[in-house]
């Protein structure tokens, strides 16, 4: 439902831990667990950075709650971070599309695997 950026912890010049905080309502009766999700962030058709899930909450059923994921990036293209400017909190969605492979496995159900390609950020959580 919606998602900010809890924490930044910078690794290096062109890798960060990012934290994410996750409003997501969870109606069924079952369990999600999301057991992987890679991505690649492109700005103006070029590739801008690589995400990798390192962990993810439980999403409990019958529930709307925080949880937390956590992601590691890695910039392709450190002089387009720069041009941008460093606060991530001024930059526009709309400018980044992404390729996204993410494998949830509901309980008592198997895997799940959604894939995404040019989606739009801002279309993100509404196909999710």
Known sequence: MKVDIKSVKLLSTSSANIELSCLIKNPSRRTFVIEDAEALLKRGGANFAN???????????????????????????PLSLLSMGLNMSRWDLS????????IV???????????????PMEKLIEKL
Do not use: C, H, N, W
């Open 51 to 77: 995400a990798t899930m390192i962990k993810a909450d439980t999403i409990v059923p019958e529930s709307q709650k925080l949880y937390t994921a956590l992601f590691k990036v890695e910039i392709t293209d």
């Open 105 to 119: 496995k509901p309980s008592g159900m198997s895997r799940k695997i959604l894939k995404f390609r040019d989606l």
């Open 95 to 102: 400018d980044f599309k992404i390729d996204a492979r993410t």
